[in-house]
């Protein structure tokens, strides 16, 4: 990998080392419902302590690289044929 600082480390310049939902919801433009989802369903990593979200800027940056541009396993597949 190369030294340079690729966009997702442009997107979480002068982070501090964990976020809030506010703070990730901020700085990837959605609503803080949608970074709770997120949380919830294990789609980013984070770690609830009480009712407080904290998510590690270095583990949600390595899960949004893993994520570029990748496919999705939606569920099943329905095929329908017209007669």
Do not use: H
Request: glycine share 10%; hydrophobic share 35%; aromatic share 8%.
């Amino acid at each position: 990998m190369s030294d340079r600082p690729d966009a997702v480390d442009r997107l979480f310049e002068q982070c501090p080392p964990t976020l809030g939902t506010t703070e990730v919801a901020e700085r990837l433009g959605v609503s803080a419902k949608s970074v709770y989802g997120w949380l919830r369903d294990g789609l980013i990593p984070g770690y609830k302590i009480g009712t407080t979200w904290f998510v590690i800027t270095d583990e949600l940056k390595d899960t949004l690289r893993k994520g570029a541009n990748t496919r999705r396993d939606t569920g099943p597949v329905v095929v329908i044929q017209q007669e």
